[in-house]
C-alpha cells in the first residue's frame, strides 16, 4: 500500500522559511510516471491546492498565494517531494498534505488519490 508521509512543518515567525518533505514508500509504480502537488487546508477553509509538479519535474503549477515564494521540487532517486516555503505569512498557516496524481499531470485534486497525513504550519505574526 502506497504511504506518503510528510515532515517539516513546525512554528515560524512571520518572514520565515520551512522546508516541507514528502516521501513515499509502498510503491507499485514508478514514482517518477505521475504528479505530486502539495495541498493545504486552513481551519474553517477548503482545501486548496499549492504547487504541483510533473513527474519528470518539467513542469510546475502554483496558486498565486504561493507564486514566488513557494518552490516544488522532487528527488525521483528518493521517491520524494519537496516544497520550499520562504516568507512566510500568517495566512500560511494551514495543515499541509502532499498527494499522488493518477494522472500524469493534473492540478485537480479529485485526480490525486493517494494522501499524505498531513503536517502543521504555523505562522506567527
Known amino acids: 500500500q502506497v504511504q506518503l508521509v510528510e515532515s517539516g512543518g513546525g512554528l515560524v515567525q512571520a518572514g520565515g522559511s520551512l522546508r516541507l518533505a514528502c516521501t513515499a514508500s509502498g510503491l507499485t509504480f514508478n514514482f517518477n510516471a505521475y504528479s505530486m502537488a502539495w495541498f493545504r487546508q486552513a481551519p474553517g477553509k477548503e482545501r486548496e491546492i499549492v504547487a504541483a509538479?510533473?513527474?519528470?519535474?518539467?513542469?510546475?503549477y502554483y496558486a498565486d498565494s504561493a507564486n514566488l515564494r513557494f518552490t516544488i521540487s522532487r528527488d525521483n532517486t528518493k521517491n520524494t517531494v519537496y516544497l520550499q516555503m520562504n516568507s512566510l505569512k500568517p495566512e500560511d498557516t494551514a495543515v499541509y498534505y502532499c498527494a499522488r496524481s493518477r494522472l500524469i499531470w493534473s492540478t485537480d485534486g479529485r485526480w490525486y488519490n493517494n494522501w499524505g497525513q498531513g503536517t502543521l504550519v504555523t505562522v506567527s505574526s
Open positions: 509538479v510533473a513527474g519528470d519535474a518539467g513542469r510546475t
